[in-house]
């Protein structure tokens, strides 16, 4: 099974893919989790990478693909969170897989609106230990602040405040939006109502699986 995950951000790409990979037992690749661990250790490419993230802005292509291929070429079964995010980028990887005589099988898209992105993205907090997203509306924190695993306090991700979200609001519409007709001229798409409860986008991605 090998699936992308495409949609704008705060649409819930991370929470579901982290939910499906856990049910259907297939690896989950987050480019977005990722560069924060690089960022986080200091490496060169976090140290590239930050200076485009805090803005909303993408990380260039070529650093893109050679980070995702170095995951890709080990696993026969994946789910994709946040990649590609340009037709350069789902071209790259059409490539990469072709060489290995492998395709993306299903595309997800999650349609959610601008202002129910807004909402989500400006509530999320995230643990600075194990990643757990959690939402002072959706979803809070037993304890205030507080990761209800890691004990620890929660932080908001810098890319989450409203300019910057506008910026990748902005930026998704430009660069990734077109995948959407990339993808459904091949016949592989499927849409996705993101904007409900995340239990019921969990079946309908489910549901399509099954088709
Ligand atoms: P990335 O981390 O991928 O950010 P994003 O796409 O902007 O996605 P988010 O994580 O904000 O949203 P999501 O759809 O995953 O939603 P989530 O489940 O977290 O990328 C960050 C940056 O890295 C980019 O801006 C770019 O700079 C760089 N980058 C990454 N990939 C790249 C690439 N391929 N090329 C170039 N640059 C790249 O949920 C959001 C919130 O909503 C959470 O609080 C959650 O609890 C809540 N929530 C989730 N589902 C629901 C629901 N159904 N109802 C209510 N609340 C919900
Ligand atoms: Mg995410």
Known sequence: MRFLFLG???????????IISEKLKIKM????????????????????????????KLVPDDIMLTLIEREVKV????ILDGFPRTIN???????????LNKEIQRVFYF???DSEI??????????????????????????DEICDVCKVKLFI??????????????IFKENTFPLVEYYEKRGILFKINAGKEPEKVTEEILNTIKL
């Open 8 to 18: 704008p951000p705060g649409a819930g790409k991370g929470t579901q893919a982290k």
């Open 29 to 56: 690749i987050s480019t977005g989790d990722l560069l924060r661990e690089n960022v986080k250790k200091g490496t060169e490419l976090g140290k590239l990478a930050e200076r485009y993230m805090k803005s909303g």
């Open 75 to 78: 696993l026969n079964s994946f």
């Open 89 to 99: 980028q789902a071209k790259g990887l059409d490539d990469m897989l072709a060489k």
């Open 111 to 113: 349609m959610i609106s």
């Open 118 to 143: 807004i909402r989500r993205l400006s509530s999320r907090r995230v643990c600075p230990e194990c990643n757990r997203n959690y939402n002072i509306l959706f979803k809070p924190p037993q304890e």
């Open 157 to 170: 991700r810098e890319d989450d405040k409203e300019e910057v979200i506008k910026k990748r609001i902005e």
